[in-house]
């Protein structure tokens, strides 16, 4: 009986041992902050957006011609209302 019960024991460690192993590891993702990638135009883009949002718009600004000068396009109608907001040009 023992030697039943240990054997069941051990095989439901093994089953769980391999149900844990067989997990999927979640992917690495890209880097999504202008600090980490500097790279990453569209995180600029994304922050230039916030600081609009915010009324601080020299910062909207900075980060929307940065994002701009690694290549990204900024909707035109988001330039449009950034240019009003803040009374001045691209």
């Avoid at 902050?33 to 600004?61: C, L, M, Q, V």
Wanted: a positive charge.
């Amino acid at each position: 009986m023992r030697n039943k019960l240990f054997a069941l024991l051990t095989i439901l460690v093994m089953v769980v041992s391999l149900i844990v192993g067989c997990q999927t590891v979640p992917k690495k993702t890209e880097p999504t902050t202008p600090e980490i990638n500097p790279r990453f135009a569209e995180a600029y883009n994304n922050r230039g957006i916030a600081y609009y949002f915010k009324k601080e718009y020299d910062k909207s600004w900075e980060n929307v011609k940065k994002a701009q000068e690694l290549g990204y396009k900024s909707h035109p109608k988001f330039l449009e209302d950034l240019s009003k907001a803040s009374g001045r040009e691209r």
